[in-house]
Every structure is written in structure tokens, then in C-alpha cells.
């Protein structure tokens, strides 16, 4: 997806998120926040994926992202059916509470999280 593709109410939540990782509200953000940031908007980046994206947005290295860019990053990872992405998420919560308890242990979601999908996290992230 491209930013003009993206609604007004959309583009202002990216902006809200950008904001919040401008922590010294000079107008960027640290690339280093890339991950973290497109993560509080419920995107969920592969690590391939964020330096794919770096290699495009900071070809330089200079550490720093706009808004334009950032938004550009958002844009091309966004979901546009949420509730799907939501029901998606849920589906594979059931799957894994196998004694419908609406619950998972917090060692069962570590095994999860670091075992499967297409990118595992590794565990010292899990730890958190």
C-alpha cells in the first residue's frame, strides 16, 4: 500500500506513533525505533523486513527518519482489514489453548514465540 492510499484517520495515527518515538520533537525519529514503532501500530514486521526497509529509507546510515519516510514504511506493512488480521490472531489462539481456558501459560506463549512462524524471536526477546 502507498500513503496516498492510506485514510486521513490512518495517516493521523501514524503520525500520533511518530510523535511518540520523536522524543525530541525535532521532526525524526531514530532508525533504531523502526521496529518498535510500526509494532505499536499493530504492524508485525519481520526482522528481514525492517532492514529491507532501512536499505531503502536510510541508504546512508544516517541513523535518522521524517515522517514522510516513516509513513512510507507504515504504508507499505499496513493492514488494511484489521478485524481479518484480528480474527487471524485469535484462530491461532485457540489452537494453542488446548484445554479452552482462554488462557496460555506464559512458558506455553514463550515456546510459541520462539518455535514457530516464519521468524522466530529469539529468546532473550521472549524473556521480556
Not at 525524526?28 to 528481514?48: F, H, N, Q, V
Not at 541508504?59 to 514504511?73: Q, Y
Amino acid at each position: 500500500m502507498r500513503v496516498d492510499e492510506l485514510t486521513n484517520t490512518e495517516l493521523q495515527e501514524i503520525k500520533k506513533c511518530f510523535m511518540l518515538f520523536d522524543e525530541n520533537g525535532a521532526d525524526y525519529m531514530s532508525t533504531a525505533d523502526l521496529g518498535k514503532a510500526l509494532r505499536w501500530l499493530k504492524l508485525i514486521p519481520t526482522e528481514a523486513q525492517i532492514k529491507q526497509l532501512l536499505s531503502v529509507l536510510d541508504p546512508k546510515g544516517t541513523g535518522l527518519l521524517r515522517f514522510t519516510l516513516f509513513a512510507n514504511a507504515a504504508a507499505q506493512l499496513w493492514i488494511r482489514d484489521r478485524r481479518k488480521h484480528e480474527s487471524d490472531l485469535w484462530e491461532a489462539f485457540l489452537h494453542f489453548d488446548k484445554l479452552d481456558t482462554g488462557k496460555i501459560t506464559a512458558s506455553e506463549l514463550k515456546r510459541i514465540l520462539t518455535e514457530y512462524g516464519t521468524e522466530s524471536i529469539p529468546e532473550k526477546e521472549a524473556n521480556k
